[in-house]
């Protein structure tokens, strides 16, 4: 067994104005922006997919774009999350597995499933949308995660819920909502969105060294000391964990930069 999981640090999307000229070539053509991102960071999360459907041709394309072990992570669509009864989410998100997620191959990561500031935790109902997650689709095994921005999720209650059914409890560094620490499944999935488009990397170079810290500690199997958690009393198993890290909303300018300089202080 590897004695730490694989660390990743990537950006939300690859089309972004600000980036020509600052983290994209001048001279490099719209069209082959994922391939050379894709080549300067390990993961990016694709975001359109939480407005829109695509075509399973338009997956395969991405994925033919990358380079062998990169990986995507996926935001699910908004009209599963974004509704009063969870449990009822079941025919949306099929349509959304149907589109043709898994076309991206070995180079499907996680699926972000986000849901409104507004939208409370109601145990029952949310452990009937959890048992509506799939595990595999198409033949492709598949890893969860569970972007939260309500209050009343910092719970043991919720946390035990991730637990019991392996999906991961997605970790906010932002200003207004939670921050919810706990290690849910056998990887972890952090967005840190607190960047500054007037540092050249978003975060300064201490802070980025701080996280890579952090992201080593997970890594490894273990919990940092330093951040919040919904349940201070759950054992977690020591084992090897991949990790995800997105800069991502505020910063986003300086995000491409924000995630080479985190890669290089794993080094």
């Known amino acids: 067994m590897a004695a730490a999981g694989t660390?990743?640090?990537g950006i939300g999307g690859w089309t972004f104005e600000p980036w020509e000229g600052t983290f994209y070539p001048d001279d490099l053509p719209k069209k082959r922006q994922l391939e050379y991102a894709s080549r300067q960071l390990?993961?990016?999360?694709?975001?359109?997919?939480?407005?829109?459907?695509?075509?399973?041709?338009?997956?395969a394309q991405w994925a033919a774009a990358a380079p062998e072990g990169f990986v995507f992570s996926v935001k699910g669509n908004r009209f599963v999350t974004n509704r009063k009864i969870l449990g009822e989410a079941?025919?949306?998100?099929?349509?959304?597995?149907?589109?043709?997620?898994?076309?991206?191959?070995?180079?499907?990561?996680?699926?972000?499933?986000?849901f409104a500031p507004t939208k409370k935790f109601e145990p029952e109902d949310f452990e009937?949308?959890?048992?509506?997650?799939?595990?595999?689709?198409?033949?492709?095994?598949?890893?969860?995660?569970?972007e939260v921005r309500h209050a009343s999720f910092v719970a043991p209650d919720f946390a035990a819920l991730a637990r019991k059914?392996?999906?991961?409890?997605?970790?906010?560094?932002?200003?207004?909502?939670?921050?919810?620490a706990d290690v849910t499944a056998d990887f972890v999935y952090a967005r840190l969105q607190r960047g500054n488009d007037?540092?050249?990397?978003?975060?300064?170079?201490?802070?980025?060294?701080?996280?890579?810290?952090?992201?080593?500690?997970?890594?490894?199997?273990?919990?940092?000391?330093?951040l919040p958690l919904a349940?201070?009393?759950?054992?977690?198993?020591?084992?090897?964990?991949?990790?995800?890290?997105?800069?991502?909303?505020?910063?986003?300018?300086?995000?491409?930069q924000a995630a080479q300089a985190f890669m290089q202080s794993l080094s």
């Not at 009937?128 to 569970?146: I, M, N, S």
Request: glycine share 8%.
């Open 42 to 59: 390990p993961t990016i999360e694709i975001n359109g997919t939480y407005y829109r459907g695509q075509k399973p041709e338009t997956f």
């Open 90 to 114: 079941g025919e949306s998100m099929e349509r959304f597995f149907s589109t043709g997620v898994t076309e991206l191959g070995p180079k499907l990561g996680p699926i972000v499933w986000q």
């Open 7 to 9: 660390i990743r640090a």
């Open 165 to 180: 059914y392996g999906t991961a409890i997605c970790y906010a560094h932002h200003e207004v909502y939670p921050e919810i």
């Open 198 to 226: 007037d540092i050249p990397t978003a975060y300064p170079s201490a802070e980025i060294a701080e996280w890579a810290d952090r992201a080593a500690t997970w890594a490894k199997g273990g919990v940092p000391k330093d």
């Open 231 to 256: 349940d201070e009393a759950a054992k977690v198993e020591a084992v090897p964990r991949d990790v995800f890290v997105y800069f991502i909303h505020e910063g986003k300018v300086r995000a491409p």
């Open 128 to 146: 009937a949308f959890l048992k509506l997650l799939p595990t595999r689709w198409a033949g492709v095994k598949l890893r969860q995660v569970l």
